[in-house]
């Protein structure tokens, strides 16, 4: 029995991983495209597992029911709504991921789907989640109470036209001011 001879080993290299933070636009771009792979479809999470678009046919893995599930691709198409990881509702509320978590554990909001229990806090949300948890921040007052009994929300509280921009649903129009720097059209200076 002749033995084939041994492969060359192959050699490991070290890849050197920078910690370069992020840019903005790349950021964006991760917002406009969440969770591929997961969504909402008849208001549960599902995973899918294969898209057959030749046979009209999506097979899901539907977390609440704890089965596989097979829809019409079509349907699919119509019915299924985005899902966002808390990382990314955080960033879309320029919110903290714990500043949620504590929201939702006081009960100021209601609870999204929670994935795993025994992990800390994996929450998938959908866009009606996020517009609640945006009414909850804008109406949440910071600082002392003030005398007249009006609301001070923070400043970074997107509106709702700036959260449907950041969403993908509708379009956010800008203007380049002095500085170089891009600004929305309703914040633009008057000259």
Same mark, same amino acid.
């Given at each position: !029995? ?12 070290? !890849? ?52 596989? !599930? ?6 699919? @198409? ?12 955080? @960033? ?22 929670? !994935? ?32 007249? %009994? ?10 709702? @036209? ?5 969403? %993908? ?10 500085? %170089? ?5 309703? @914040?633009?200076?008057?000259?």
């Amino acid at each position: !029995m002749v033995l084939p001879s041994p492969k060359q080993p192959f050699t490991v290299c070290k !890849m050197a991983i920078s910690k370069r933070k992020r840019t903005v636009e790349e950021d964006l771009e991760q917002l406009k495209s969440p969770q591929r792979r997961l969504c909402f479809l008849n208001d549960e999470l599902h995973k899918i597992i294969h898209i057959d678009r030749v046979n009209n046919i999506v097979r899901t893995y539907n977390y609440l029911q704890d089965r596989q !599930m097979a829809y019409l691709y079509t349907d699919y @198409k119509k019915l299924r709504s985005p899902a966002y990881s808390i990382r990314l509702v955080g @960033k879309l509320l320029s919110r903290s991921p714990d500043s949620i978590r504590k929201a939702i554990r006081r009960g100021d909001v209601k609870k999204p789907y929670l !994935m795993d229990q025994y992990v800390h806090g994996v929450y998938y949300f959908c866009e009606t989640d996020i517009y609640n948890l945006r009414d909850f921040y804008a109406s949440w007052h910071t600082g002392r109470p003030r005398k007249d %009994g009006y609301i001070t929300p923070r400043y970074d509280v997107p509106t709702k @036209k700036e959260l449907d921009a950041l969403l %993908g649903k509708s379009e956010m129009l800008y203007i380049k001011n002095k500085n %170089g720097d891009f600004i929305p059209v309703w @914040k633009a200076e008057d000259f």
